[in-house]
């Protein structure tokens, strides 16, 4: 693999670390405090709804941002276009906050009627930070444009951050109410931080044409972003007909079960995004198509050994982390259960990042729409026909079978339109990583008597070790 790209990846993956590690103290804290409550349930389910509005604005826009931006470079109109978007995408978002302030209370009454006051109070408070979360993100859409990636992600872990300490301080004042409120304060900060590094772009300057070509190809690739979201909203319509803690069991299931997709699979399809849009854009074809397999082949080897240490260690690693003040050790048991069936969807999922990208990049993103659109009614199916039968166990397997379908039909398509990602190397190393998996998967079991912290260490050691002795090569 390219050493410059490695060594950017590496770099964007230390901090994804530092974010991922925020992310799961935030979950720590609102599990200390509020535990697998109704308060819990009422603020995951507001996130929830409002974060499908906020991926519309974050990972849809770095999608259609970086390949236009590279198109406007080539003319030097780059400045322009960035300007242009800013101003466009604030007069929007200031548009669906005032829609959505005044229709939020309509829909979570139908939803959720159980928690209607509270849900719709907290979706409110956390609707009103979507403004500042939209000029942060076509700044940091800007910078990762521009490779500034360090800059980009470190601004992300400043909002995590506010979060965790306000709701520290404040939760005793605000109860939930404090979470919410830490997020709002949080993206504000995030976006003053941005302001001087920013200043080329930070310019009143609007043009019509440029906002509305840019929207008419980011909505399809929105709708395809808010897919993941607007699942995991059904998950949570269905959960909550099971009562208090399944939605927050779900949650910290699937947070954590997706924490390699967030620290892998997101670190490496945001860094070779700009290749892969600029090899396409100069018709480098053979470029195009090598880093991307590279990129997966990267990807696995780093995805499949996490998956099958989450599969050995899972019951002891949601203890470790979650089991203390309001959360109960039956907590930590049912959390555990939900999170095996959420393993089945991590691998596919992150796998389809890469593909999407390279999609998005030959403009056929209206493709992936269109399959996004399945995924959503498929889920809606198999929640309804599976939790009839095995209860809310239905629901992350349900996910699992969506995931692996995704996957299925976006490689379909990759094939179609660019080209295959296997040759003889693809699948020698493929068959050296699992190889390196397994023999590091029975070394788990057989040390299941030692600290978490240890057995962690020594799942290292094993697969790179193995994977040394069977000299895999990333190629």
């Given at each position: ?405 995704y996957f299925l039909l976006t490689y379909r398509i990759f094939v179609k ?59």
């Amino acid at each position: 693999m390219n050493p410059r790209l490695v060594k950017k990846s590496f770099t964007y993956i230390l901090i994804i670390i530092l974010i991922k590690f925020a992310a799961v103290i935030k979950d720590v804290v609102i599990a200390y405090y509020f535990g697998d409550s109704y308060q819990a349930d009422a603020f995951l389910t507001a996130f929830v709804i409002v974060n499908i509005f906020i991926l519309f604005f974050t990972n849809g826009m770095r999608n259609v941002f970086i390949p236009n931006y590279m198109k406007a470079k080539l003319n030097n109109k780059q400045l322009e276009f960035t300007r242009s978007l800013l101003t466009g995408t604030l007069i929007l978002t200031v548009c669906l906050v005032i829609l959505m302030l005044i229709t939020s209370p309509i829909f979570i009454r139908i939803l959720y009627p159980n928690q209607a006051q509270l849900i719709t109070k907290l979706t409110q408070i956390l609707f009103i930070s979507l403004i500042a979360v939209s000029i942060n993100v076509v700044m940091e859409s800007y910078f990762e444009a521009n490779q500034l990636y360090s800059l980009s992600a470190f601004s992300q872990f400043i909002v995590l951050l506010t979060m965790i300490i306000f709701t520290y301080f404040f939760q005793e004042k605000f109860s939930i109410y404090a979470l919410a409120y830490g997020y709002g304060i949080g993206t504000l900060v995030s976006l003053l931080i941005k302001l001087y590094p920013a200043r080329k772009i930070v310019r009143p300057d609007f043009s019509t044409e440029t906002v509305k070509k840019f929207y008419r190809a980011y909505i399809p690739i929105a709708i395809t972003v808010m897919v993941g979201q607007i699942n995991l909203a059904t998950d949570q319509f269905f959960a909550n007909r099971f009562g208090e803690g399944i939605v927050t069991y779900l949650s910290y299931a699937k947070n954590l079960v997706h924490l390699p997709q967030g620290l892998i699979a997101t670190a490496l399809a945001t860094i070779t995004l700009p290749v892969i849009s600029q090899s396409s854009a100069t018709k480098q074809t053979q470029k195009f198509i090598n880093t991307i397999r590279q990129g997966q082949l990267f990807m696995i080897a780093l995805l499949v050994p996490a998956i099958v240490g989450l599969a050995i260690l899972m019951p002891e690693i949601i203890a470790f982390l979650y089991e203390r003040g309001a959360f109960t050790n039956d907590a930590t048991r049912q959390t555990a259960v939900i999170a095996y069936y959420y393993l089945g969807s991590v691998l596919f999922y992150s796998l389809n990042q890469m593909l999407a990208n390279g999609i998005y990049a030959i403009h056929k993103g209206h493709l992936i729409m269109r399959l996004g659109l399945i995924s959503i009614a498929l889920n809606i199916i198999l929640n309804q026909l599976l939790t009839i039968n095995i209860g809310h166990i239905g629901i992350p397997l349900a996910s699992s079978i969506v995931g692996i379908i995704y996957f299925l039909l976006t490689y379909r398509i990759f094939v179609k339109h660019i080209g295959t990602l296997m040759n003889n190397n693809f699948l020698i190393s493929l068959g050296k990583i699992l190889v390196s998996s397994l023999v590091m998967g029975i070394v788990l079991m057989l040390v299941l008597n030692l600290h978490l912290l240890i057995k962690i260490a020594i799942g290292i050691i094993i697969y790179f070790t193995s994977n040394g002795v069977l000299k895999t090569k990333i190629r």
